[in-house]
Nanobody, 124 residues
Framework: QVQLVESGGGLVQAGDSLRLSCAAS????????MGWFRQAPGKEREFVTS????????YYTNSVKGRFTISRDTAKNTVYLQMNSLKPEDTAVYYC?????????????????WGQGTQVTVSS
């Protein structure tokens, strides 16, 4: 099974940028679609973005479209999330996961394998 470690979060101001990393080990993730989810305090975990196993297709939820970019590096067995123009409502713990299913729309259905998450806090 795959072990995942998220990193790159921090405290930033609105309008700033962050780059999150998800390092995988145990198995290559090159054959899996991957997704990023986030969970704010008191709220349910929500889908943010996904990328196909080949990296040729990506999907973003409307609230981050145009601001976030997902990518992957097969050689490093790592998935990235570039976050630009951050807003206070982006504040959450961010998690990555292999997708058991990638829906026709591109939305990721998680395999329920998660890392510890990385905290992103955006101040006004």
């Amino acid at each position: 099974q795959v072990q995942l470690v998220e990193s790159g979060g921090g405290l930033v101001q609105a309008g700033d940028s962050l780059r999150l990393s998800c390092a995988a080990s145990g198995r290559p993730i090159s054959s899996y679609a991957m997704g990023w989810f986030r969970q704010a305090p008191g709220k349910e975990r929500e889908f943010v973005t996904s990328i196909s196993w080949s990296g040729s297709m990506t999907y973003y939820t409307n609230s981050v479209k145009g601001r976030f970019t997902i990518s992957r590096d097969t050689a490093k067995n790592t998935v990235y999330l570039q976050m630009n123009s951050l807003k206070p409502e982006d504040t959450a713990v961010y998690y990555c996961t292999p997708c058991s299913t990638l829906q026709y729309s591109g939305r990721c259905i998680s395999s329920d394998s998660w890392g510890q998450g990385t905290q992103v806090t955006v101040s006004s």
